[in-house]
């Protein structure tokens, strides 16, 4: 890898602690110094036999 290139995809998948199925990841951000900084972390498992199973979110619609 070059120096001018920056590796974008995370390295790791997460997986659901209930049925140990792959996650989406899901990006957060925080404020730090004034900047967003993004966090990956584990995205809400999709599996509707989970316990921990979370129904998919509509996302808002832009405004025009």
């Not at 390295?11 to 602690?17: I, N, T």
């Not at 209930?18 to 110094?33: A, D, G, Q, S």
């Not at 972390?41 to 405004?63: K, L, Q, S, V």
């Amino acid at each position: 890898m070059t120096s001018h290139m920056r590796e974008t995809e995370p390295r790791a998948e997460h997986v659901c602690p209930v049925c140990r199925r792959t996650v989406h990841n899901e990006i957060k951000r925080h404020k730090t110094l004034g900047v967003f900084v993004p966090l990956w972390g584990p995205g809400p498992c999709h599996n509707p036999d989970c316990t921990e199973y979370e129904t998919p979110r509509r996302r808002p619609r832009p405004r025009p």
